[in-house]
């Protein structure tokens, strides 16, 4: 698929291909105190971006993750081949990586580095530090594309912030909570299956039960958000089956 149709202006994917955009660059390094866990080393961003936004997920979206050093790139070798995983990075409240999680961009490889604290998963946080809104996602890419969602609508998108739970773990928004106190409304983004649905239902009687707003907002007629999103921008080329 050409850059230029997956939403990609030519400036941009001209920089990206020259491997000099902005947000390409290697994250932050900080110290990094888990015991047994180290962030995989830096390998194909190109091929990162490139498949974050083959999902769907926008420009501005990206550039934020990759300028923070929430997303890159990084290749694992077999015998075989070489392979590019997307790093999903989570950082704990002194701003030292955490957590990371893998994404294949090939197939369906997806799992966590040994020793990620998964108190500390993927999250994009709201531009004011006070937000009350707290968005709870299943996935780093669910979570992204619900953002890009917003900007399709034109719609500010870091009034809220964004965590993904890794799966359907408890931790991530125990742990949110304790470090977010003024976060007073919940908006439970899980997938729409039979887990999901359940998972959600569990959160909003117990996070209702202890004072905070919950809605529960599982897409509608997609199973996630990346899928809805890809849905939305097939309508607008008109290729929707």
């Not at 990094?32 to 999902?55: C, I, M, S």
């Not at 439970?188 to 569990?202: L, Q, S, V």
């Amino acid at each position: 698929m050409e850059l230029a149709q997956q939403g990609v202006g030519g400036t941009t994917a001209m920089q990206i291909v020259c491997a000099d955009a902005p947000f390409l660059s290697s994250p932050p390094v900080t110290e990094e105190k888990n015991v047994g866990f180290a962030l995989p080393p830096r390998g194909d961003h190109f091929k990162a971006y490139q498949y974050l936004t083959g999902r769907g997920v926008c420009d501005e979206v990206l550039a934020f993750c990759f300028h923070t050093g929430r997303v890159y790139g990084t290749n694992r070798k077999t015998a075989e081949r070489e392979y590019t995983n997307c790093v999903f990075v989570g950082f704990d409240e002194s701003g030292n990586p955490a957590h990371a999680g893998l994404r294949g961009t090939q197939g369906f490889f997806r799992g966590n580095v040994t020793g990620s604290d998964k108190r500390h998963p993927f999250c994009i946080p709201a531009e004011k530090e006070g937000a009350s809104t707290l968005e709870l996602y299943e996935s780093p890419i669910d979570a992204m594309s619900d953002a890009s969602l917003r900007i399709r609508r034109g719609e500010a998108w870091r009034e809220q912030h964004y965590l993904s739970l890794d799966g359907l773990s408890m931790l991530p928004i125990e742990n949110f909570l304790k470090s977010h106190p003024g976060v007073t409304h919940l908006r439970i983004c899980t997938d729409n299956d039979k887990a999901g649905r359940e998972h959600a239902a569990r959160l909003e009687e117990e996070y209702t039960a202890r004072g905070y707003w919950v809605e529960s907002c599982i897409p509608h007629g997609a199973k996630d958000y990346n899928e809805l999103l890809q849905k939305k921008l097939a309508r607008e080329r008109g290729t929707e089956r």
